[in-house]
């Protein structure tokens, strides 16, 4: 096979005043033509740093990066643009349409930055639609679309000049499972046909998709042995109500973290029961060695001083002595206490941050869900 693209100890530091934030610390990787690569790890580990890397949207630190051969890593701005116009395709999260453009002339819009003919793009476009199976949309405008149609118009956008690599970040972040499903099929197809896909995504069936996953954390390349995929059957009591729920060991964990620490937790696995929130919980007792738990507490997202607090995304919640309240975005507790917002906990699982500050009449508690993802004692009651 040959090599496509190569990533050699590459580094990308952000400054923020003085602080400084390590985002990817010497990730060396080679993709060979053909192939498709899933990037996953939680969520901070430097996953987007790195795509935007490989297709020199942003350029290292330190390190280099080759595409066909070519230091891409050291291109001027212009030499820049033109090689991520011929050689790579882009897909975002948020489909970035041009929204005052049809579906056509958004695919057009590349063909027409290479100085394609005006003939030749009309065609090109039309069978990019035709491929992503929307030949009937062509002339609607991205509000007229749904998500999922957006994202194959750009997807068809990011085709446009035959890029020899396609770089995907969360393509299905912000669409239904099943819709999500066809953009997985596309892909897939795409694949099979000969492009060489990097995608990024915390999709469990988009990264199973993948021919090759490579795991991340704390922005390095995490090549330890995986953890065991076995489940844990863990009994739920609360009042009369009783389930059975079955956790990765991982969720167990998670679950078993907020607020605590190392220690307390693989107490807790140990004697196999615990009661949080109400709720009671009982499984088979693990034992696992103090460095295993470190490993796997490290593989949670790691707390950023970079990532800003978004309140309006934020469940908050007014916490006394006498209960919790449920407080609107507007609240004016909310907005003092955003600004005074500390990360208490590193983390509160894979699911979800938590920021806490005193108000007067108690604590604000954030709780900033990631989409799509919700913690499994939200429905453990
Ligand atoms: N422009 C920036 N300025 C400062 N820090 C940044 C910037 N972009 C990213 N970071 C920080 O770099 C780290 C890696 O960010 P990155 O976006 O690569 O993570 P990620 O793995 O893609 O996360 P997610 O899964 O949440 O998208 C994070 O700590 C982030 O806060
Ligand atoms: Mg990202």
């Known amino acids: 096979m040959t090599e496509l693209v190569r990533a050699e ?63 891409v890593s050291s291109l001027g701005d212009r030499e820049a643009t033109r090689f991520r116009l011929l050689e790579v395709g882009f897909i975002f999260q948020r489909f970035y349409l041009v929204p005052a453009l049809t579906a056509r002339e958004n695919v057009e819009l590349p063909l027409a930055e290479a100085g394609v003919s005006r003939d030749e793009r009309r065609k090109r476009a039309t069978e990019l639609l035709t491929y992503v199976g929307l030949a009937e949309r062509a002339r609607h405008l991205p509000a007229q679309l749904s998500g ?27 669409l239904d499972a099943r819709t999500g499903a066809e953009i997985i099929g596309l892909l897939s197809r795409l694949n099979g046909e000969g492009t060489t896909v990097v995608v990024v995504t915390h999709d469990e069936e988009l990264a199973a998709a993948a021919r090759r996953v490579v795991h991340m954390r704390d922005g390095v390349i995490d090549d330890r042995p995986r953890e065991e995929t076995g489940r844990v059957a863990v009994r739920m009591q609360q009042g009369s109500s009783e389930r059975t729920v079955h956790w990765p060991l991982r969720t167990l964990i998670a679950w078993l973290f907020v607020g605590r620490q190392c220690d307390e937790v693989r107490a807790l696995l140990a004697r196999g029961e ?5 709720t009671r919980a009982t499984w088979t007792p693990v034992r696992l060695s103090a460095e295993e738990l470190t490993a796997i507490e490290r593989t949670f997202p790691a707390a950023s001083p970079a990532r800003a607090l978004e309140p309006a995304r934020a469940r908050a919640t007014l916490l006394t002595p006498g209960g919790s309240v449920l407080l609107t975005p507007d609240d004016s507790r909310v907005r003092d206490a955003t600004s005074r917002a500390i990360y208490r906990w590193f983390d509160y699982g894979v699911w979800a941050d938590v920021w806490e500050a005193t108000s007067d009449d108690g604590v604000v508690r954030f709780e900033m869900f990631r989409p799509g993802e919700s913690p499994p004692w939200s429905t453990a009651a």
């Open 148 to 174: 999922g149609e957006q994202q194959r118009v750009a997807i068809a956008r990011a085709l446009a000049n035959r890029p020899a690599l396609l770089l995907a970040d969360e393509p299905t972040g912000e």
């Open 9 to 71: 100890d590459v580094r990308r530091d952000y400054r923020l005043g003085e602080d400084v934030v390590h985002a990817v610390r010497g990730v060396s990787v080679s993709i060979d033509a053909g192939e498709w690569v899933a990037i996953v790890g939680p969520s901070g580990c430097g996953k987007s740093t790195l795509l935007n890397l490989l297709g020199a949207i942003d350029a290292p630190s330190a390190g280099r990066v080759f595409v066909k051969g070519r230091d």
């Open 274 to 278: 615990t009661t949080r929130d109400g």
